[in-house]
């Protein structure tokens, strides 16, 4: 069987994160492009967009159903909001001209967070790919589970894109019953890496992480507190801030990896082992990068 490599401090003490340049300005130090929510989940992508913050990113735009931007914007000043057409159910919808236009302005770019519908975020996969965007792309949620048909096009990105499923998303990339992807998580991970040349994310209470070469990579911490909704808003939003500092893609997913289950730990420890929230994550976060 092949090698499960621990994920722990001794392998980030040996692969360091990018640090900023001590006179970047806020476009140097990255810039990250998230889309997403709902009308049903309308703070989804707060978690997103201050995760991405307290990793180190420079700046951060979401775009999201018109009736929550707002809102958004004044929930959070330091980030920019860009409304987008909805459905009668609260989806994103209609003109992505705005999207697209984003996409060329930014670093990294993530796709999904708190959003249901898998047939839209598909729909905004595609405009990127065909933007030939080199920005780097996590995917998230919905927009994983409209991997299946793209995986010849995603594959062929320069840049490997970050996937981060849950055992149900990542089902839907495979085409496959959950309970196949329960029997033999560490081949699964791995056939999904190879089959959308991603690095891909299975999270659960031993997150595997697999490369397209097969390099996989196993990380047991963090608890069953991370268990809770909008964890998952949480680890994108960390890895698209690692990426839009530069980090590469096994880098950002490793150490994003790595920063949320400590981050749930640290508050397992403080606040209790369950019943801790997705947002109480994030303040731990910068104080974790600076102890590696």
Same mark, same amino acid.
């Given at each position: 069987?092949?090698?499960?490599?621990?994920?722990?401090?001794?392998?980030?003490?040996?692969?360091?994160?990018?640090?900023? /340049?001590?006179?970047?300005?806020?476009?140097?130090?990255?810039?990250?492009?998230?889309?997403?929510? #709902?009308?049903?989940?309308?703070?989804?992508?707060?978690?997103?967009?201050?995760?991405?913050?307290?990793?180190?990113?420079?700046?951060?735009?979401?775009?999201?159903?018109?009736?929550?931007?707002?809102?958004?914007?004044?929930?959070?000043?330091?980030?920019?909001?860009?409304?987008?057409?909805?459905?009668?159910?609260?989806?994103? #919808? *209609?003109?992505?001209?705005?999207?697209?236009? @984003?996409?060329?302005?930014?670093?990294?770019?993530?796709?999904?967070?708190?959003?249901?519908?898998?047939?839209?975020?598909?729909?905004?996969?595609?405009?990127?790919?065909?933007?030939?965007?080199?920005?780097?792309?996590?995917?998230?949620?919905?927009?994983?589970?409209?991997?299946?048909?793209?995986?010849?096009?995603?594959? $062929?990105?320069?840049?490997?894109?970050?996937?981060?499923? /849950?055992?149900?998303?990542?089902?839907?990339?495979?085409?496959?019953?959950?309970?196949?992807?329960?029997?033999?998580?560490?081949?699964?991970?791995?056939?999904?890496?190879? $089959?959308?040349?991603?690095?891909?994310?299975?999270?659960?209470?031993?997150?595997?992480?697999?490369?397209?070469?097969?390099?996989?990579?196993?990380?047991?911490?963090? =608890?069953?507190?991370?268990?809770? =909704?909008?964890? *998952?808003?949480?680890?994108?939003?960390?890895? @698209?801030?690692?990426?839009?500092?530069?980090?590469?893609?096994?880098?950002?997913?490793?150490?994003?990896?790595?920063?949320?289950?400590?981050? =749930?730990?640290?508050?397992?420890?403080?606040?209790?082992?369950? =019943?801790?929230?997705?947002?109480?994550?994030?303040?731990?976060?910068?104080?974790?990068?600076?102890?590696?």
């Amino acid at each position: 069987m092949a090698e499960r490599i621990p994920l722990d401090s001794d392998w980030l003490r040996e692969n360091p994160l990018p640090p900023p /340049h001590p006179h970047a300005d806020k476009n140097a130090r990255g810039r990250v492009f998230a889309v997403g929510g #709902c009308a049903g989940v309308p703070g989804g992508l707060l978690l997103t967009a201050e995760a991405a913050l307290r990793t180190g990113a420079g700046k951060v735009q979401v775009a999201s159903v018109a009736s929550s931007t707002l809102a958004l914007g004044i929930a959070m000043p330091e980030i920019a909001v860009i409304p987008l057409e909805e459905d009668a159910d609260g989806e994103i #919808c *209609g003109d992505l001209k705005p999207v697209e236009a @984003a996409f060329q302005r930014c670093d990294a770019v993530i796709v999904g967070p708190a959003m249901y519908n898998g047939e839209i975020a598909g729909r905004i996969v595609d405009r990127l790919l065909a933007a030939d965007s080199d920005a780097a792309l996590v995917l998230d949620c919905a927009a994983l589970t409209a991997l299946g048909s793209r995986a010849a096009i995603l594959s $062929r990105r320069a840049r490997p894109a970050v996937l981060t499923p /849950h055992i149900g998303e990542m089902a839907a990339m495979l085409e496959c019953d959950a309970e196949a992807i329960e029997k033999d998580r560490f081949a699964s991970v791995r056939g999904a890496a190879e $089959r959308f040349g991603a690095v891909v994310v299975l999270k659960g209470a031993t997150s595997l992480i697999a490369d397209p070469s097969g390099r996989t990579f196993a990380y047991a911490g963090g =608890g069953v507190g991370l268990a809770t =909704g909008g964890s *998952g808003d949480v680890l994108a939003g960390i890895a @698209a801030g690692l990426a839009a500092r530069g980090a590469q893609p096994l880098d950002a997913a490793l150490w994003a990896v790595w920063l949320h289950g400590e981050a =749930g730990r640290r508050c397992a420890e403080r606040i209790g082992p369950i =019943g801790f929230l997705a947002r109480e994550l994030l303040a731990h976060v910068p104080g974790l990068m600076r102890a590696v």
